[in-house]
C-alpha cells in the first residue's frame, strides 16, 4: 500500500482550500506496543494522533502540538502530541472498560484542549473547548468554529492496524473584488466538504492519497504535494526526567530512596523506565543544579 506513515498536502488550484491527508501504519503499531487499550479507546487515541498531524500540519511552529481531552467518563484523559518533524506520542488513561464509542460519554463532561508551544517556550498557543459531539472530528469542528480559526473540516478513522485522517481548510480569499467570486468559493467549500463526506472510513485507511483525491476531487484541478514521513518518537530524556524531580522536591525524592536503593520513573509515554540512585539525586538536588531547564516531561 502506499502513502503509509506519511502526510501529504494538497492544494485546490481553482479556489482557496487545501487539505492534507495522513496514514499511520507502523507507526501506529509502535504506538501500541507499549500499551493495550480497550477497542473504544485505542480507536478513539488513533484518530486523535491523526488529527494531530493534521492540526500540526495547519500550523508553521518549531515545536510542539498537544491535543488533550479530559473528564470524568471511563476515559478521564486522552494526550495526542505531534512534533514539527511529524514525530508523535500519545496516551490515554481510562478507569474502567467503556461501553460506548461515544465520546460524551466516553469522555464524560469533559473539554478539549489544543496547545502549540514552541521548543524554547518563548511562544504558546491554548484553545479550550467543551466536548461537544459523539467523534473526536465533530469536536473539532466545533473548536475551529469557536477559537475563530480558519473554517476547518477533519475525517478520522482508526482501528487496531492503522490511524487515518483527512483535513479540508478554507483559506483566506485574499484580494476577491467581486461579491459573485466569494459566493463561487463559498459554494466551492460546501461542495468540498459533502463530496469529503461521502469517504467510507474503509477507503480513508486503504486507498492512497491520490486515490482518494481522485475518487473524491476527480472534477477539480488538485495539486497533491511531496509526502513527508511520520514517526513515532518518544521526547522524554534523562534530562526531562530529572527537572520533573526537581519539581517534585528533595524531600518526596529522598523519601523513596529510603524504602528502596534508587528512583524508579517509567515514561507514560513509551515505557522507558530511568533509574536514579542516591548519587543521581544528590548531584539533581546539588544547590544550582538544574538551573536553566525546563520542566516538560
Ligand atoms: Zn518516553
Known sequence: ??????????????????????????????????????????????????????????????????????????????????????????????????????????????????????????????????????RLADCLQGYFEHSEQLPTRLWLYADEHGASGMLLQRLPAGNVDTSSRLSEIDDAWKRVQLLADTLKPAELRTLSDREILHRLFNEDDVRLFDSAPVSFRCKCSHERVESVLQSLGEAEVRSILTERPDVEVQCDFCNRTFNFDAVDVERIFKPGAGEGTGTRH
Not at 54 to 67: H, I, M
Not at 98 to 124: A, F, I, Y
Open 1 to 134: 500500500m502506499q502513502d503509509r506513515d506519511s502526510l501529504h498536502q494538497f492544494l485546490f488550484e481553482q479556489f482557496p482550500v487545501r487539505g492534507h491527508i495522513v496514514h499511520l501504519d507502523a507507526t501506529w503499531a509502535a504506538l501500541l506496543e507499549h500499551r493495550t487499550y480497550p477497542a473504544e479507546i485505542r480507536d478513539t487515541l488513533g484518530e486523535a494522533v491523526a488529527a494531530s498531524v493534521l492540526l500540526a500540519s495547519t500550523v508553521k511552529f518549531d515545536g510542539l502540538l498537544t491535543l488533550q481531552l479530559q473528564g470524568q467518563g471511563p476515559m478521564h484523559l486522552l494526550l495526542a502530541q505531534c512534533t514539527n518533524t511529524l514525530n508523535v506520542r500519545a496516551l490515554a488513561r481510562y478507569r474502567e472498560d467503556p461501553k460506548t464509542r461515544d465520546l460524551s460519554v466516553l469522555s464524560g463532561e469533559g473539554r478539549l484542549t489544543v496547545t502549540v508551544e514552541t521548543d524554547n517556550l518563548s511562544q504558546r498557543y491554548q484553545g479550550i473547548v467543551p466536548l461537544t459531539g459523539e
